[in-house]
């Protein structure tokens, strides 16, 4: 494993780290053009990345939705990035028997927001060994999250953080308690999901909304507040994207934002 996987619990680290990537893998080579695209912008503002990619996505509006190219393709996929760019990458996982699946693939198991609740889910990606990163559910206080980190730890896995991704607020928009992030770094690093946190779910048709232009403002506030890492999912054309294009970022924004996001992260040092 990468040797800055292991310090990611080092709160006096002088880097925040990026967790970024397309919603899901939607083919293997549009997944290692994003990854070497990235790779070359956090490389120049020396940004630790872990490449993200949901090799299944199970909570979806519509059973019409988009959910996978194939599990073990996209997983195979994973492993192509990892190990053709020497990085560490992270998917999400829903059930108790992807943990040990996935755990084969990637080095970081993510457990959904919807999912944090779940003992069993949790007890078994902390028992794979891996890095487990934990989002936030909408419905929960940053207090809540203290127990969440417990069930990994209490699973002899030290391994873990906590993703905050905003709070429902109302029945179609999400909001980003900022007074959570201090809080949750008493219990493990806190890292900001910027595009999940601008989400607008729940739309009539069936299909959630977004707003990226939000993006810079949001991911401004996350760092100026302390965050540890930023979560970004982007794509060379959101637009066309199979899933959750109406927030994402478009790739050939990163780079600026990312210099911006540095900018701060070297003010508040």
Excluded: W
């Excluded at 755990?103 to 779940?118: G, S, T």
Aim: glycine share 6%; proline share 4%.
């Amino acid at each position: 494993m990468i040797q800055y996987l292991d310090n990611i619990h080092h709160k006096d680290s002088k880097n925040f780290f990026l967790i970024a990537g397309p919603c899901i893998i939607e083919g293997e080579d549009m997944a290692l053009r994003i990854a070497e695209k990235v790779i070359s912008i956090t490389d120049k503002y020396n940004i630790p990345y872990i490449f993200k990619g949901s090799f299944k996505k199970a909570n979806r509006s519509r059973v019409d939705s988009f959910t996978t190219i194939g599990e073990e393709k996209s997983l195979e996929i994973l492993k192509k990035v990892g190990e053709t760019f020497n990085i560490p990458t992270t998917t999400d996982i829903h059930e108790n028997e992807h943990a040990a699946l996935a755990a084969q693939y990637v080095d970081v198991l993510q457990i959904p927001a919807f999912l944090v609740r779940q003992t069993d889910l949790l007890v078994a990606a902390a028992k794979t060994g891996k890095c487990v990163t934990l989002k936030k559910g909408q419905f929960l206080s940053p207090e809540a999250m203290k127990f969440a980190v417990q069930k990994v730890t209490d699973s002899d896995n030290q391994k873990v953080a906590i993703i905050e991704r905003g709070n429902s607020f109302g029945y179609t928009d999400l909001i980003v308690d900022y007074r959570g992030i201090p809080t949750m770094r008493e219990y493990a690093p806190v890292i900001l999901d910027v595009t999940h946190s601008l989400q607008q779910p729940n739309q009539s048709s069936g299909v959630t909304g977004g707003r990226p232009d939000l993006i810079e403002t949001v991911a401004k506030a996350g760092i100026a507040v302390g965050a540890d890492g930023i979560f970004i999912e982007t794509h060379p054309t959101p637009e066309t994207a199979l899933s959750d294009g109406a927030n994402m970022l478009r790739l050939d924004l990163l780079e600026d934002l990312l210099q911006k996001l540095t900018r701060i992260r070297e003010s508040i040092l």
